[in-house]
């Protein structure tokens, strides 16, 4: 069964405090990876795009990395507007998407 | 630039009444998706069109239909809403052609949402 799971549900960082965000998947044929970011009342924004494994994307503070069974979403020194829930998509060969619960992120001045 | 664009954006409703959720976008993109948002259940697709003339049934279709009206309109009806149905719902659209694996791997735009209450 096709499956994105992501942990932990919520984290909490003093700003500054560097950390990483996790998307553990099980699906046939991955055609994509997608990290977004969704802030309360908003619909998700997109971030990144990943394809195959040891492929690596960076924004600003957040850096996307993929492997065969799970990608991470590295935070270095973030800032209070970081603060948001971010989830993880899969498009799988059956060209559904499956979405993690998200993790939740606060950062604390 | 408006992108991905739902009305209305709140909503509340008996159970039993009908409603059409429309969404709409202006990126000439060919796939559009509507899915529903619940606490602890992450989205979840509903239907999708892959390109105009065509929808397909997603892993949550019971209670609900679509319309690709045209490229930039799809719209979700519930013909008899049930309590179970209260939730966010969302709109999305992405350049994806199933008919061209170069378009592939397309990341979703999406809509602010409609929040939906059945009493």
């Given at each position: 069964?096709d499956?994105?799971?992501?942990?932990?549900?919520?984290?909490?960082l003093?700003?500054g405090?560097?950390?990483?965000?996790?998307?553990?998947?099980?699906?046939?044929?991955?055609?994509?990876?997608?990290w977004?970011?969704?802030?309360?009342?908003?619909?998700?924004?997109?971030?990144?795009?990943?394809?195959?494994?040891?492929?690596e994307?960076?924004?600003?503070?957040?850096?996307?990395?993929l492997?065969?069974?799970?990608?991470?979403?590295?935070?270095?020194?973030?800032?209070?507007?970081?603060?948001?829930?971010?989830?993880c998509?899969?498009?799988a060969?059956?060209?559904?998407?499956?979405?993690?619960?998200?993790?939740?992120?606060?950062?604390?001045? | 630039?408006?992108?991905?664009?739902q009305?209305?954006?709140?909503?509340?409703?008996?159970?039993?009444?009908?409603?059409?959720?429309?969404?709409?976008?202006?990126?000439?993109?060919?796939?559009?998706?509507?899915?529903r948002?619940?606490?602890?259940?992450?989205?979840?697709l509903?239907?999708?069109?892959a390109?105009?003339?065509?929808?397909?049934?997603?892993?949550?279709?019971?209670?609900?239909n679509?319309?690709?009206?045209?490229?930039?309109?799809?719209s979700?009806?519930?013909?008899?809403?049930?309590?179970?149905?209260?939730?966010?719902?969302?709109?999305?659209?992405?350049?994806?052609d199933?008919?061209?694996f170069?378009?592939?791997?397309?990341?979703?735009?999406?809509?602010d949402?409609?929040?939906?209450?059945?009493?």
């Amino acid at each position: 069964e096709d499956q994105v799971t992501q942990s932990p549900e919520a984290l909490r960082l003093q700003e500054g405090e560097s950390s990483s965000l996790n998307c553990s998947y099980t699906v046939s044929g991955l055609r994509g990876l997608f990290w977004y970011r969704q802030d309360p009342g908003k619909g998700p924004e997109f971030l990144f795009t990943l394809y195959s494994a040891g492929e690596e994307k960076e924004k600003e503070r957040l850096k996307a990395t993929l492997t065969k069974k799970e990608s991470f979403l590295h935070i270095t020194a973030p800032k209070p507007e970081d603060s948001a829930t971010y989830l993880c998509a899969v498009q799988a060969s059956g060209n559904q998407f499956y979405f993690g619960t998200g993790t939740s992120l606060t950062v604390i001045p | 630039n408006a992108g991905v664009t739902q009305t209305p954006k709140f909503q509340v409703l008996k159970t039993g009444q009908s409603m059409t959720l429309q969404c709409a976008q202006d990126m000439n993109h060919n796939s559009m998706y509507w899915y529903r948002q619940d606490p602890g259940m992450g989205l979840r697709l509903i239907y999708y069109s892959a390109s105009e003339g065509t929808t397909d049934k997603g892993e949550v279709p019971n209670g609900y239909n679509v319309s690709r009206l045209n490229k930039r309109e799809f719209s979700l009806r519930l013909e008899s809403a049930a309590p179970s149905q209260t939730s966010v719902y969302f709109c999305a659209s992405s350049e994806e052609d199933p008919r061209r694996f170069s378009t592939s791997n397309q990341p979703q735009h999406f809509g602010d949402g409609t929040r939906l209450s059945i009493l």
